[in-house]
């Protein structure tokens, strides 16, 4: 008799249309790449997903690593749905990674195994101490230009990525790619270790310039490989489908 | 009856969230914002989204209060090309699309004045099919009906397309006839999809 596969649960966005496209929801504990070039949408996406979670209880931890979070909290959008309450109350976390680095003595330029390790495990007893069940790292390709090879970028993601998913934490690491580029991460390392893949990107078309997301992979869901149209709004990230006469009628 | 009353009284005899197209001459256009706006959606106290593909929003709104329509209960999709005509002030009340191209973007506002409001039992006119038919193919329009018309029926919310009979390709009269419940003719024949 077939075995039945239990269905994973699910880390809900709170944006409606990306929780459609997954079936629910982003499966619990995943480490998912969220990968785009500038402009497209990534942090406002990222963070929209720590502030539905800290609304719904659920403590979130936001990793800032190249901008001051202060200066990122400046510069939000003003979500209707955003309180400063959530972070009052400590449901909703902003950690500078300079700080972190600071305090481990790793304020170099490139970091070797031992010293990943160490950053590693300084993020896992952050996450421990919050009760954090999700994580946003912003960028994770920041972290990764201070590994020399593509081994030590495989060995700290797949570590940050157990730690986290040990912990139950359902994470979120940004990741920036140049654009028009034919892959999913800058090192090329980062897309086949993550559990999924959501692709933020810019369309253009007939003079037109789109913003667009398409999830590429994600394990534990079925869901949609579709390319869709999103918009920035203070109601948070929404999403339509691109039109796909449009498409065929003169993109880029 | 007049133009006006006359479209009131059809539409209300619709059922809720219907898709509707008016075809209308350019002479029937103040009548029909009238019978639409005024008559109709005043009545039933229902909050419009204005889509306006043709006259800017900051032209248009002159134009509603001349007719006796008060455009505060109105909320605007702005997708006259922006740039021809000044770049007009974001705020409330309306939203901008910089191109009647990007369709995608004019569904993304209406959701967005959707949620703004109460999201349920709204009418969306859009203003007009024409233009849009101008910037965009048969095919993409057709696409983009298919997408939004349903989005729209699924909130409850009752959508109003208008439509130049003059210009008007056999093709446009043919996108109109699939994707709307009733096609209605202002002040003249009405024809059933």
Redesign the interface.
């Known amino acids: 008799m077939p075995r039945r596969v239990e269905e994973r649960e699910r880390c809900p966005t709170g944006v409606d249309a990306l929780d459609n496209i997954l079936y629910g929801g982003i499966p619990r504990a995943n480490t998912v790449l969220l990968t785009g070039s500038c402009g497209t949408g990534k942090t406002s996406l990222a963070l929209e997903f720590l502030i539905h979670g800290a609304a719904a209880g659920e403590i979130g931890l936001f990793i800032s690593v190249t901008e001051a979070s202060s200066k990122l909290l400046e510069n939000i959008i003003p979500y209707d749905f955003f309180e400063d309450m959530l972070i009052k109350k400590g449901r909703l976390v902003f950690v500078d990674l300079p700080v972190i680095y600071e305090k481990l003595g790793l304020e170099k330029t490139e970091l070797n195994p031992e010293e990943v390790d160490l950053l590693v495990n300084a993020i896992a007893d952050l996450v421990r101490e919050l009760s954090a069940v999700r994580l946003v790292m912003d960028s994770v390709t920041s972290v990764c230009y201070k590994l020399r090879s593509e081994e030590m970028i495989r060995d700290f993601i797949l570590k940050l990525g157990k730690v986290l998913s040990g912990q139950g934490c359902t994470s979120i690491l940004v990741s920036e790619i140049a654009p028009g580029a034919q892959r999913y991460s800058m090192y090329g390392v980062e897309e086949a270790i993550a559990d999924g893949i959501i692709l933020m990107d810019n369309l253009e078309?007939?003079?037109?310039l789109?913003r667009t997301l398409q999830v590429i992979k994600m394990r534990g869901t079925t869901h949609s490989r579709a390319k869709y149209?999103?918009?920035l709004?203070a109601?948070g990230v929404?999403?339509?489908?691109?039109?796909?006469?449009?498409s065929s009628?003169g993109a880029a | 009856m007049a133009v006006a009353e006359r479209l009131a009284s059809e539409l209300e005899a619709l059922p809720p969230a219907s898709p509707v197209a008016v075809q209308m001459s350019v002479d029937a256009f103040p009548e029909v914002l009238r019978g639409v706006l005024e008559l109709f959606a005043a009545r039933r106290e229902l909050p419009v989204i204005y889509v306006t593909a043709t006259i800017p929003s900051s032209r248009l709104i002159p134009v509603l209060s001349g007719l006796g329509i008060d455009p505060s209960r109105l909320s605007f999709v702005d997708c006259a090309p922006l740039m021809m005509v000044g770049s007009g002030k974001e705020g409330q009340q309306v939203v901008y699309v910089e191109s009647p191209t990007m369709l995608e973007n004019i569904m993304l506002k209406i959701d967005f004045l959707l949620r703004r409001t109460s999201g349920e039992g709204e009418l969306v006119l859009i203003d007009s099919i024409n233009t849009l038919a101008i910037h965009n193919s048969t095919w993409v329009l057709a696409e983009f009906l298919s997408i939004l018309l349903p989005i729209l029926e699924a909130k409850n919310a009752s959508t109003v397309i208008l439509a130049l009979e003059e210009p008007a390709s056999q093709e446009l009269q043919s996108l109109l006839q699939h994707f709307c419940a009733k096609v209605l003719r202002a002040g003249g024949e009405e024809g059933t999809a």
């Open positions: 078309r007939r003079g037109d789109l149209v999103l918009d709004t109601e929404l999403l339509v489908p691109l039109l796909k006469g449009g009628a």
